[in-house]
């Protein structure tokens, strides 16, 4: 009798998701916002999981049973904003319908909703999943993690500044608290592109957080710019935390004669007061007929300009790890960036990728400009040390980290509380910023 207990508790550990499954083939579905950016991630990601191996030969660490396990990635789901709680049950219904171990979500707060508590949906689709099973894994990459340090910027923000301060005051110390728990400790793990977000991921609560940097796609593009070529490239859609108003005015101060390309479009309605603000500045600039912008490019337009171009400049406010980096970097693009510590990051992966100024300082960024234009050696440089970041970090090694990522979540035992399901939205007031254009 007691052989065949033995016997029923070898294969209960066996097949158990608590000590992960071994001949089972766990099912990954992944899920990102339907936008050209995360498609291109999330579909090459996936093409390089299931073209290199569908067993994670990589992991040393074998399991208690023996095996190493094999993942399933399924066709990823591509979603629109989420608005309603409604939209938020349509989407788990999709995301549930063939029973995935583990789902993984890259998360930007945009397509949920709103920032605002009352709005924003991420919870209620975390829920929706977790009611389907106790024991599905659900994890996120956060595109964008906001720092225990964020306030909203108050300088040049006319009137609404006195608005932007009391909030900072009195209501952010509330919506960060409710942004960290309601978006990450609901998770079973979550992954970040910088090792100076996790300490901000971890305060949620969430058991496991790991950084991956953002993979840079391939195939890799030498970069064969004109040697005479004095046009810089700014590459990235219309928003102040990408700094194109920067950029036009540090071209005031530079010495070079050198033409301003702004390769972007507008892709949030809340941007337009900005977009605007960009286009009025051009207006009355004392070089605006050096100055273009193009609107949204595909990839074949931008190779063109990034021949044509002997720098890209990247003058961010803040960044969680870009996707217009990448792209800049799969061309081999010198680029000149802000001083930002997720840039400095960068350069300690493989120094001197980035040409870096400082961070908010229109003078530094046409400092460094007619530096670099003046130097093409150091440009030269920049583009060389692009490509090596560019292999170091593309698709197959980023598809690992994932995948190792995956088995360190599935090995642990699912966070589900019943306190993970807001039938309510908490009690934090209503966020008077939300929606504002500047």
Partial sequence: MKWIICVLLFLLKRFSLNGIVTHKRLKIQLIAPDEAGFRQYVGDLIATHRSTAKVTTHLSQK????AVPTFEFLDPIFFSPIRTRLDAKMLADRV???????????????????????????????????????????????????????????????????????????????LKAYWSKWSW?????????????????????????????????????????N?????????????????????????????TNVNLILAGGLRRNEDQLFYDHCKMLISNHPKKEKITVTGYLNFNELDKICDESALAVLPFRATSGSGSLADLFTRSMPVL???????????DRIPNSLAL??????????????????????????????????????????????????HEVLNQNSTYRVSDRPEKTP?????PIEGSKL
């Fill in 227 to 255: 040697p005479n070529s004095k046009q810089i490239l700014v590459f990235g859609y219309f928003t102040p935390e990408k700094g194109q108003d920067l950029i036009i005015e540090a071209l005031k101060y530079t010495k």
């Fill in 96 to 174: 549930m319908s063939e029973s995935p171990d583990l789902v993984h979500i890259h998360h930007e707060y945009g397509f949920w909703g709103s920032k605002t508590p009352s709005k924003y949906q991420f919870p209620c689709f975390v829920a929706e999943v977790r009611a389907y099973s106790q024991e599905v894994r659900i994890t996120a990459t956060a595109h964008t993690v906001i720092d225990q340090g964020f306030s909203y910027p108050v300088k040049g923000r006319g009137i609404q500044a006195p608005f932007r301060a009391a909030a900072n005051t009195f209501l952010l110390p509330f």
């Fill in 185 to 225: 400790g609901i998770l079973d793990g979550v992954t970040a592109h910088s090792k100076t977000q996790l300490p901000s991921l971890r305060k949620s609560g969430c058991k496991i957080t790991k950084s991956i940097p953002h993979y840079i796609p391939h195939p890799l593009r030498p970069h064969l710019p």
């Fill in 427 to 431: 009690n934090i007031p209503s966020n």
């Fill in 337 to 347: 960036a802000s001083d930002l510590t997720l840039n400095q990051e960068i350069n």
């Fill in 357 to 406: 100024f400082k961070s908010e300082s229109p003078e530094s960024c046409a400092n460094s400009i007619d530096k670099l234009i003046e130097n093409p050696e150091e440009i030269k440089v920049l583009s060389q040390n692009a490509e090596r970041y560019a292999q170091e970090f593309g698709p197959e090694p980023i598809a690992q980290m994932f995948e190792t990522f995956f």
């Fill in 63 to 66: 399991m208690d049973s023996g």
